[in-house]
């Protein structure tokens, strides 16, 4: 988009926004005080041409002249607490969260928009480290933020900020990766270990009288989802195993195909901290939140090539194969544990760890 | 998208949601309950074969093969009180404000994408008439709600729902519609009366001693656009004054081009209730936010034509002609008032209505 005058430079916002300040009603009102939040905060950091236009749209480029491929939109609402945790923040998890949902279907994430929902009295400060925080994780991931929106609730209905964000993608032709495809035989990959996310942000909220080192897993897979569809277009199904966790997440892949899933304990991937704190709590690290893990379903042949890609990528270290696609009990996931015994996992129920996503 | 076994169904969610009862944090969880919830609220109304693929991405169809357009990007977040309010509700705000930010590119919208932030103990038949209403819009529209989320935070954390749209359309080339080919000598249209909308939302709140007839104009503004773009491809800028009212919304345009803007005061069509009840509380009803309304800036020569076109629809009957752009005072808007005068009207400045978009 060519434009000799980005709109809100210059002359309409003369005043400095103070940095100390916090945000009040007048920063939802679209007039000059939104102007000055837009200005001085989001278009300061988010640096895209789309934004700087100044319109309520925007029109983004997509590699669609040659006909060979297809859009992919993915939308997501963020609302954890706390809002900054070991490894990660809200703005991270927001990009991180769309992103990730974009690229399991095999498309190249393009473009996030994002809107914010923020608390009277929320502090400016926090606002634009949670932009600068959304800003180079989408440059991390290979995507531009083209579009916003702020509103602004009174003190007391709302909690500090909540963020919206919507993906789009590009699906080159030649992949088919969907929840529906997985097949009897195939095998059943993790890139990494289970629970980081959940137990790090439940641990970070203080009230459990635990403190750990453990690092949230917030991350965008874009890279590394890229490389092994590349490399294994033959991949049947991906999805990131967050709210409800690997046993909900494969619940749902086993519906969808009408197949069985069985998983066993011993190999799955659990860090000690994660495994001892859900120990101690009477969690199943199986069912906690994880925001920066895949999970890859593919036929049995390319399984050791998968883990391979997977090891030498920084967010796939610890990658496991951790079970089998089955044509016995369809729409179930089962665990084999450590002892030999079989039960069934249900998909999550009743009121898990509210706030992680 | 071919899907066999769409997602959700049958045995996943054997139990049915207590109509009668609210939002508790399970709800937000991604297990059972939020399937349920998808189930029997959002794939119950929202009719989309991409919601019920079951995946966490849509696959949008675009009309991209012949190359000949561009596609275009919105996004907002909504947060009105009171959520229903005389002539709509907060989904058909949500679904219309985001339409019609396509619409103003000169695109045609096709597709929504929506995520929910509930509030613990929002009563899920609210949730269902908000639901129910946006298909509606959505029908209204000629769009159709792809994919969608769904948080929930604790009691006191939010305010019973708060919606983020984003939409998607494409707009065929020849069309070149933005805010900043303002242009000395085009003449400038509205399509309706002013106010309407934030008066009526506030009156709707009973905490000002007042009961009017007033309804909103909150509608999609999309087919009225389409008829005018189709006939007049030459308008220049399309803008909806929703937050910030017709005054903010012509200020930015003015920067935007870095032209003058020119208001004559008798022209401006105001319904008899909104300008009462602006002078008894001292508002402007130029910087009341409306909701189914719509800028036009464009040659004089078509003003008539479009004008026409206007009062032959619905959504444009009470259309007029109430300014024009110009090439003295560049990036200020000037109102010339009933008794000969002129002062320049700046942007919404300080503490406007709250909680009215």
């Not at 916090?22 to 950091?45: A, E, P, R, W």
């Not at 059943?188 to 897993?217: M, Y």
């Not at 590349?230 to 990131?240: A, E, K």
Request: aromatic share 6%.
């Amino acid at each position: 988009m060519d434009k000799s005058t980005p709109a809100f430079e210059g002359p309409v916002c003369p005043i400095p926004l103070q940095h100390k300040s916090t945000i009040v009603i007048g920063h939802g009102s679209g007039g000059l005080l939104t102007h000055q939040l837009i200005d001085q905060v989001f278009k300061k950091h988010f640096r895209s041409d789309y934004l700087n236009a100044g319109n309520d749209f925007a029109l983004p480029f997509l590699p669609v002249g040659n006909k060979n491929g297809k859009v992919v939109v993915s939308t997501d609402a963020h609302i954890v607490s706390p809002i900054f945790f070991p490894g990660g923040d809200i703005g991270r998890l927001a990009v991180s969260g769309t992103v990730n949902d974009v690229c399991m279907s095999g498309a190249k994430p393009l473009y996030i928009t994002s809107s914010f929902i923020l608390e009277e009295g929320f502090p400016i400060d926090n606002l634009e480290k949670i932009v600068i925080s959304m800003q180079k994780t989408a440059e991390e991931a290979g995507v531009e933020i083209i579009a916003g929106d702020t509103k602004v609730v009174e003190k007391g209905k709302g909690d500090g900020i909540f963020i919206s964000t919507t993906g789009i993608g590009w699906l080159a032709d030649g992949l088919e990766i969907r929840g529906d495809l997985a097949e009897p035989g195939d095998a059943v990959i993790i890139s990494g270990t289970l629970g980081d996310h959940g137990i790090s942000v439940l641990s970070a909220r203080g009230d459990l009288g635990l403190e750990t080192e453990l690092v949230s897993d917030v991350a965008p897979l874009s890279s590394l989802i890229l490389e092994l569809t590349s490399q294994i277009p033959q991949i049947h199904v991906l999805r990131d195993p967050t709210r409800g966790g690997l046993a909900t997440t494969l619940n749902e892949i086993a519906e969808q195909s009408g197949v069985g899933i069985e998983l066993y304990e011993n190999k799955i991937p659990v860090i000690d901290t994660v495994r001892n704190v859900c120990n101690l709590l009477g969690f199943d690290p199986l069912y906690i939140a994880n925001e920066g893990k895949v999970i890859i379903i593919l036929p049995e042949k390319f399984k050791d090539q998968c883990l391979m890609l997977l090891k030498n990528h920084t967010y796939g270290k610890n990658a496991a194969w951790i079970g089998n696609v089955t044509s016995s009990h369809p729409g179930n996931l089962v665990l084999k544990t450590e002892y030999g015994t079989t039960r069934i996992l249900e998909m999550l129920s009743g009121e898990p760890l509210p706030r992680i996503c």
